[in-house]
């Protein structure tokens, strides 16, 4: 297993994402050394999706799960999700991916996130199952008709942070010392654009603007990681990793991909998640309350399967003032 140093990689000419741009992912610390999480996950109109819990022992396929995890899923295509020992997966588009593999002998690029949460401890234990399994991706009805091609961000409660991009097909593993991901193009640019940043447009008289592009999505990540100020408690980690989420939410209307339908692209879900204490929060275009699954308390052994669909409304509580 070789990690690329990807700040040092040399300088290149940030290319155009031609195709899908979707999905932003970051992690930081607190004060208390304790590691946060958020993503976001965007797409034109309203895919299928649900929350799943995933017991231990469960078949997926031709693999049985050893570890609990919660996550979100499209039809059992799992995106997102952690596991009982707090490894995190995320899955984002990059149309660069090239996987090399075939139906008839090899994996779909679909199971990785739920094959890795279901048997993987840590981020080594992941980037080795990534580097070993030949993949093969196909279209679907779910991202309408398009090759589904992902890379994985994947990280342990002590915030060491891999990307794994599957590129010519071959995998190529970075360490994510920035703690950002995003989409096209491929992660080495991304870190060379940040590196020709100077520090000073980053200070308070001189923040930078970004648009909603997966370049400058990147940029904006970093540049909140690089600014960061006293983060005092786990709450006060949660609810920053919400704020963050917030700049990057993308209302219904304001983006079209016409190349993939007629509809209005939407952030369709976020999550965020405390990997020391094993808290998982999520919430979703069309009920913005905050939902939270404590992994600590759920009996992985004991429990069975069970998935929710995501997409039901929302009931907000009313507020009344005591008399």
């Known amino acids: ?17 031609i195709t899908v741009s979707a999905c932003t992912f970051f992690v930081f610390k ?18 299928p999706a649900a929350v799943a819990l995933v017991p231990r022992g469960h078949k997926l396929g ?5 570890f609990g995890f919660v996550g979100m899923h499209h039809h059992g295509m799992f995106t997102d999700g952690m596991n009982e020992h707090g490894l995190l997966v995320n899955a984002l588009w990059l149309d660069a991916s090239e996987y ?20 993987a401890k840590t981020v080594s234990d992941a980037v080795a199952y990534l580097n070993r399994t030949t993949f093969y991706t196909f279209s679907s009805k779910v991202t309408s008709g398009l090759d589904i091609k992902f890379h994985f961000a994947i990280t342990q409660p002590d915030g060491q942070s891999a990307v794994v991009e599957f590129i010519d097909g071959k995998p190529i593993t970075y360490t994510n010392e920035l703690k950002v991901l995003t989409n096209d193009p491929t992660y080495d640019k991304h870190i060379a654009a940040w590196n020709k940043r100077s520090p000073s447009e980053l200070d308070e008289e001189a923040f930078v603007a970004f648009d909603y592009s997966p370049e ?38 304001a983006t079209y991909w016409k190349f993939v339908n007629d509809l209005p692209m ?14 998982y929060y999520f919430r979703t275009y069309d009920n913005y ?28 509580g009313e507020f009344n003032f005591k008399k």
């Open 1 to 17: 297993m070789k990690f690329v140093p990807a700040i040092v990689v040399a300088s290149v000419l940030l290319s155009v994402s």
């Open 30 to 47: 607190n004060d208390l050394g304790n590691h946060f999480a958020g993503r976001t996950l965007e797409w034109p109109g309203t895919p």
């Open 62 to 66: 031709a693999v049985t799960t050893k």
């Open 100 to 119: 090399g593999g075939n139906k008839e002998e090899d994996v779909k690029i679909t199971d990785a996130v739920a094959h890795i949460l279901g048997n």
């Open 216 to 253: 400058d999505r990147f940029i904006k990540m970093a540049a909140f990681n690089f600014t960061q100020t006293s983060v005092p408690t786990d709450e006060d980690g949660v609810n920053r990793a919400w704020s963050m989420v917030n700049t990057v939410d993308i209302p219904q209307g």
């Open 266 to 279: 939407t952030t369709t879900f976020s999550t965020v998640a405390d990997l020391t204490n094993l808290s």
């Open 289 to 316: 309350d905050i939902r939270k699954i404590d992994l600590a308390k759920i009996d992985f052994g004991s429990r069975s399967y069970a998935s929710v669909d995501l997409f039901k409304g929302a009931d907000y």
